[in-house]
């Protein structure tokens, strides 16, 4: 028995590493993001793992949300922004020349601080992504909208009112519809930025739980202002300053003895 | 997080860190004076120390509750993390210390109106390691000096020897004479328990290292390294 599955019967905990770190889903080499003049992620490099959940920490400013917005090409709308550097995506670079933008949406989903259903019927909200890429059987879509909300452990609050709108729904009900919603085109990844901070502590951990549930079927990578939350979520962990990545590595390693002497300092509050 | 709770952090710590020191203190006290009494055999002292030893325990858990309450108020993580997580585990380790003095004071009373069968001589000087250890620990903890807390390993490898020594002499005298085995017998009780005081030191200066920084140390490493 190697040290790591000693540890892991010890903690009680999967063993989360084993395999995964071969298996990388998205990787940067050398990537730069500028908003015009404004010089905002430089030269990040690393590789992050299928099926494992990736939290992004660092002060205002510091390019993480810049950084996610990279990987589903939302950066694309924001004038002037400019990307360099390589975005790898199961090996394919998405900023290459002919990629299917619409397509790569569809493999990554998001999922953002305010929870933002369409004002439309929860039904709807769900079944809007799978119709706008081409799914219009009744059942099939039926079946989309069961597992999907199951996906997001919300079904059985909903079920029976399906037809009401998503915004009559409670803030954390809100953020799984959400959720439910960006699962919904069946993603391989999903991005969420600070998807918690609008909550109260009981939705957060609903949320907090359902991502850990989420992490077998898809690679989560999530920005959050709440390193317990990081913590208490994450496999890995990347900190991000002034658009510098400075330390990524494990979780467990990060937040009880990072290398850096700047992500020490982070994590325990005396700047940022 | 703002500056104030940062400041808040350190003041919290601060009140723990200080109650440790003083823990330390405390239970050194307590060792030391057992053995001073022993060499006297001062019945008055081992009393006191074994009198002593309540507010030891009650300092020990106030050390405890302060450490959980800092965790669920703070949710400290790194160094906070490891400091924090490594106090409650010292004072632990210090109030075995302060037990050990317990125990040394029982053997005093044990030999009320006897005389030893040989001259204290090593059994003194393991106290005096003993204290130089403690000094050194309880700094290495107070000034984050992680250098200052390898030194104590080596310290220790100097009461093991003095306990072999110890043991050897008097294994000797009763295979001599049989009618000294009573006090041989208490006498290795309290080099053993010298013997252990020292490990739980190292126990503390190993934790030291790793709070300042983040990494785990064995002192048998540096031991071995010596040798």
């Given at each position: 028995m190697t040290n790591i599955a000693v540890s892991s019967v010890i903690t009680g905990r999967e063993d989360r590493d084993a395999g995964t770190e071969k298996d990388v889903h998205i990787g940067t080499r050398g990537l730069d993001l500028y908003y015009g003049e404004a010089h905002?992620?430089?030269s990040v490099s690393f590789d992050m793992y299928r099926s494992s959940v990736t939290a992004f920490i660092g002060p205002s400013g510091c390019g993480k949300s810049s950084f996610i917005r990279c990987v589903n090409r939302m950066n694309d709308f924001i004038a002037g922004a400019r990307v360099t550097g390589e975005l790898l995506v199961d090996g394919d670079?998405?900023?290459?020349?002919?990629?299917d933008v619409i397509a790569l949406r569809r493999r990554v989903g998001m999922v953002f601080q305010k929870p933002n259903p369409f004002p439309m019927s929860i039904y709807d909200n769900i079944a809007y992504g799978p119709r706008l890429f081409g799914v219009t059987d009744k059942d099939q879509l039926d079946d989309i909208v069961r597992r999907s909300l199951e996906w997001a452990a919300l079904w059985e609050e909903v079920q029976d009112k399906l037809g009401s709108s998503g915004t009559g729904l409670s803030g954390g009900q809100q953020q799984r519809l959400c959720i439910a919603r960006a699962i919904a085109t069946e993603p391989e990844i999903l991005l969420m930025d600070e998807p918690t901070s609008a909550l109260d502590p009981l939705s957060t951990a609903r949320i907090e739980e359902l991502i850990r549930d989420l992490k077998k079927d898809f690679t989560v990578v999530i920005v959050t202002h709440n390193m317990q939350q990081a913590a208490r979520i994450s496999d890995y962990t990347a900190f991000f300053l002034m658009g510098e990545l400075i330390e990524y590595g494990k979780t467990s390693k990060i937040f009880t003895a990072p290398d850096e002497a700047r992500t020490g300092d982070y994590i325990t509050g005396r700047f940022g | 997080m703002t500056i104030d709770t940062r400041k808040q952090i350190e003041a919290d710590f601060n009140e723990i860190s200080r109650m440790l020191l003083k823990l330390g203190n405390m239970s050194g006290e307590a060792l030391t004076r057992s053995v001073w009494a022993l060499e006297r055999l001062d019945m008055a002292t081992a009393h006191a120390v074994i009198e002593g030893d309540d507010p030891l325990d009650d300092l020990t858990e106030w050390i405890e509750e302060k450490c959980m309450a800092f965790g669920a108020r703070h949710q400290p993580l790194g160094r906070d993390l490891r400091a924090v997580l490594s106090t409650m585990h010292m004072a632990v380790d210090l109030e075995r210390i302060g037990d050990y003095g317990v125990n040394i004071s029982r053997v005093v009373l044990a030999l009320e109106g006897k005389s030893f069968i040989k001259p204290l001589l090593d059994i003194p000087r393991m106290s005096e390691v003993f204290s130089e250890m403690l000094h050194c620990t309880l700094n290495a903890y107070d000034t984050s000096d992680p250098e200052m807390a390898k030194r104590v390993f080596m310290m220790d490898g100097e009461i093991d020897a003095l306990e072999k020594q110890v043991m050897r002499e008097l294994f000797t005298m009763v295979l001599e004479r049989a009618d000294r085995f009573e006090q041989a017998f208490l006498l290795i009780g309290v080099a053993r328990a010298l013997e252990r005081a020292g490990d739980h030191l190292t126990n503390i200066a190993e934790r030291v290292v790793y709070i300042c920084t983040g990494k785990s140390v064995r002192a048998s490493d540096f031991k071995k390294r010596k040798q």
């Amino acid at each position: 028995m190697t040290n790591i599955a000693v540890s892991s019967v010890i903690t009680g905990r999967e063993d989360r590493d084993a395999g995964t770190e071969k298996d990388v889903h998205i990787g940067t080499r050398g990537l730069d993001l500028y908003y015009g003049e404004a010089h905002v992620l430089k030269s990040v490099s690393f590789d992050m793992y299928r099926s494992s959940v990736t939290a992004f920490i660092g002060p205002s400013g510091c390019g993480k949300s810049s950084f996610i917005r990279c990987v589903n090409r939302m950066n694309d709308f924001i004038a002037g922004a400019r990307v360099t550097g390589e975005l790898l995506v199961d090996g394919d670079d998405i900023y290459a020349p002919g990629t299917d933008v619409i397509a790569l949406r569809r493999r990554v989903g998001m999922v953002f601080q305010k929870p933002n259903p369409f004002p439309m019927s929860i039904y709807d909200n769900i079944a809007y992504g799978p119709r706008l890429f081409g799914v219009t059987d009744k059942d099939q879509l039926d079946d989309i909208v069961r597992r999907s909300l199951e996906w997001a452990a919300l079904w059985e609050e909903v079920q029976d009112k399906l037809g009401s709108s998503g915004t009559g729904l409670s803030g954390g009900q809100q953020q799984r519809l959400c959720i439910a919603r960006a699962i919904a085109t069946e993603p391989e990844i999903l991005l969420m930025d600070e998807p918690t901070s609008a909550l109260d502590p009981l939705s957060t951990a609903r949320i907090e739980e359902l991502i850990r549930d989420l992490k077998k079927d898809f690679t989560v990578v999530i920005v959050t202002h709440n390193m317990q939350q990081a913590a208490r979520i994450s496999d890995y962990t990347a900190f991000f300053l002034m658009g510098e990545l400075i330390e990524y590595g494990k979780t467990s390693k990060i937040f009880t003895a990072p290398d850096e002497a700047r992500t020490g300092d982070y994590i325990t509050g005396r700047f940022g | 997080m703002t500056i104030d709770t940062r400041k808040q952090i350190e003041a919290d710590f601060n009140e723990i860190s200080r109650m440790l020191l003083k823990l330390g203190n405390m239970s050194g006290e307590a060792l030391t004076r057992s053995v001073w009494a022993l060499e006297r055999l001062d019945m008055a002292t081992a009393h006191a120390v074994i009198e002593g030893d309540d507010p030891l325990d009650d300092l020990t858990e106030w050390i405890e509750e302060k450490c959980m309450a800092f965790g669920a108020r703070h949710q400290p993580l790194g160094r906070d993390l490891r400091a924090v997580l490594s106090t409650m585990h010292m004072a632990v380790d210090l109030e075995r210390i302060g037990d050990y003095g317990v125990n040394i004071s029982r053997v005093v009373l044990a030999l009320e109106g006897k005389s030893f069968i040989k001259p204290l001589l090593d059994i003194p000087r393991m106290s005096e390691v003993f204290s130089e250890m403690l000094h050194c620990t309880l700094n290495a903890y107070d000034t984050s000096d992680p250098e200052m807390a390898k030194r104590v390993f080596m310290m220790d490898g100097e009461i093991d020897a003095l306990e072999k020594q110890v043991m050897r002499e008097l294994f000797t005298m009763v295979l001599e004479r049989a009618d000294r085995f009573e006090q041989a017998f208490l006498l290795i009780g309290v080099a053993r328990a010298l013997e252990r005081a020292g490990d739980h030191l190292t126990n503390i200066a190993e934790r030291v290292v790793y709070i300042c920084t983040g990494k785990s140390v064995r002192a048998s490493d540096f031991k071995k390294r010596k040798q």
